[in-house]
T-cell receptor
Framework: DTEVTQTPKHLVMGMTNKKSLKCEQHMGHRAMYWYKQKAKKPPELMFVYSYEKLSINESVPSRFSPECPNSSLLNLHLHALQPEDSALYLC????????????FGPGTRLTVT | GENVEQHPSTLSVQEGDSAVIKCTYSDSASNYFPWYKQELGKGPQLIIDIRSNVGEKKDQRIAVTLNKTAKHFSLHITETQPEDSAVYFCAAAPYSSASKIIFGSGTRLSIRP
């Protein structure tokens, strides 16, 4: 099983809402990632978790709050977002953090109104 | 930091012909070079990767070459088929921060029937 799943597939939220994105993998991977992808652009790294601990935060605004409840799950909590935060949010995982193949999920298409 | 340049931005080839996408990187410490294919509405899919101790790697119709001296790497797709139509991203990862893969800007490949 080389699948990373993400829910929901689509999300529309207002600027005052609180919502969460979910990501799950059952490959035994110990590193998990959140990326943001704008249209016609490559993915941009947001956060890296290694062994359930946050190891990289790419200076992401605090309105994005990641959480790794266990080695299979990764959440991204959203609060007070701006319209420019509308994008495809991708989750990925790899066996280890250092130089291993990253496998991406299908993404959540987020629209902030 | 690492910078990855990718060319061309768009590529149209006749079905059955070959397609070549080229990338250059700036950080001589980079040692991992994955290629991703992203179809419309989907997450990036790892299609092939190469590490710095290897000059060439092949998997059926796709191959990747690496020239460490020139800091170039390329993706070759032979006998192209309609299902090869997608956006392709090259990437590079420095050994010192291997979880932070740096993506190229992407190539939109179209296969003409």
């Amino acid at each position: 099983d080389t699948e990373v799943t993400q829910t929901p597939k689509h999300l529309v939220m207002g600027m005052t809402n609180k919502k969460s994105l979910k990501c799950e993998q059952h490959m035994g991977h110990r590193a998990m990632y959140w990326y943001k992808q704008k249209a016609k652009k490559p993915p941009e790294l947001m956060f890296v978790y290694s062994y359930e601990k946050l190891s990289i935060n790419e200076s992401v605004p605090s309105r994005f709050s990641p959480e790794c409840p266990n080695s299979s799950l990764l959440n991204l909590h959203l609060h007070a977002l701006q319209p420019e935060d509308s994008a495809l949010y991708l989750c990925a995982s790899s066996r280890q953090e250092m130089g291993d193949e990253q496998y991406f999920g299908p993404g959540t298409r987020l629209t902030v109104t | 930091g690492e910078n990855v340049e990718q060319h061309p931005s768009t590529l149209s080839v006749q079905e059955g012909d070959s397609a070549v996408i080229k990338c250059t990187y700036s950080d001589s410490a980079s040692n991992y070079f994955p290629w991703y294919k992203q179809e419309l509405g989907k997450g990036p899919q790892l299609i092939i990767d190469i590490r710095s101790n290897v000059g060439e790697k092949k998997d059926q119709r796709i191959a990747v070459t690496l020239n460490k001296t020139a800091k170039h790497f390329s993706l070759h797709i032979t006998e192209t088929q309609p299902e090869d139509s997608a956006v392709y991203f090259c990437a590079a990862a420095p050994y010192s921060s291997a979880s932070k893969i740096i993506f190229g800007s992407g190539t939109r490949l179209s296969i003409r029937p």
